[in-house]
């Protein structure tokens, strides 16, 4: 899945302009429109997608506000220790420019996806970037306050079921996928396993070339470095609860 620990989707530019059709050969008929050619991608002076492309990697505006904050913060104080620039945090992360600058000023709630590549891109788990203070003892997480991560679409949502405290090597979610609809996930780092059960609807795991269909009550474990996805086959939405569990060399 994309959680609270590395990455996913690239960014999508805006339209360029389409190249003119070639003039039509003179004939009595007027000729005929040109064909809609597929249209590119803008590219900047590094050849990269332009600023635009960041408008892409933003959550519904429904997403927690609070977590969009936590996330800015933790981000610019990551980036600063490591002594990263936004331009190389960029091109380490495959994240725009303007999507770092937006999120670390809180003006932008970051999809799932872009947590993920930015977490990759520091070397630190999920909850390095969603984690707010310390907190000790039995801590209350109540529903009507969850903070949850989203894809751009709205479609997958990601809820973690643990004290934003500290960075950690498990972490546990709960994720709803709509109807007939499909999350893409990067591989994960090296040794990541995610533990799943599925408590409403049916949910396809594609592993590699590999793909298991679970029905409400079925469980999966698998190795999570390697790219895999979540599908929902079914007119109903499904949820999940995800176990993390990050390898203990990892940082």
């Given amino acids: 899945m994309k959680t609270v620990r590395e990455n996913s989707d690239a960014p999508i530019g805006s339209a360029a302009a389409a190249a003119p059709a070639a003039a039509a050969a003179p004939a009595p008929a007027a000729a005929p429109a040109p064909a809609v050619e597929p249209v590119a991608a803008p590219e900047g002076e590094d050849g990269g997608p332009k600023e635009e492309a960041w408008t892409y990697e933003v959550a519904p505006s429904e997403s927690s506000s609070d977590l969009t904050a936590v996330v800015g913060a933790n981000l610019r104080r990551l980036r ?3 002594g990263l620039s936004l331009e190389r945090l960029a091109k380490a992360s495959g ?3 303007a999507m770092l600058g937006q999120v670390e000023l809180s003006r932008s709630a970051p999809t799932i996806n872009v947590v993920w590549k930015i977490a ?3 070397d630190v788990p999920f909850s390095a970037l969603i984690s707010s203070r ?7 997480l109540p529903a009507n306050r969850a903070k949850r ?3 751009h679409d709205g479609k997958f949502t990601s ?4 004290p934003f405290d500290a960075p950690r090597t498990v972490e546990f979610y709960e994720l709803r996928l709509a ?3 499909v ?3 990067d591989a994960h780092p090296p040794g990541t396993v995610e533990n799943l059960v599925v408590s409403q609807g049916t949910v396809e795991i594609a592993i590699g070339e590999k793909r298991h269909l679970l029905a409400t009550g079925d469980a999966l474990l698998f190795e999570a470095d390697v790219p895999h996805a979540y599908r929902n086959p079914a007119d109903t939405e499904a949820v999940m609860y995800l176990v993390m569990t990050y390898s203990l060399s990892a940082p």
């Fill in 95 to 97: 994240v725009s420019r």
């Fill in 179 to 181: 109807a007939h609809s």
């Fill in 159 to 162: 809820r973690a079921l643990f």
């Fill in 183 to 185: 999350e893409l996930a």
């Fill in 149 to 151: 991560l989203t894809s």
């Fill in 134 to 140: 310390p907190t000790g003892g039995t801590v209350h």
């Fill in 80 to 82: 600063v220790q490591r």
């Fill in 120 to 122: 990759r891109a520091l």
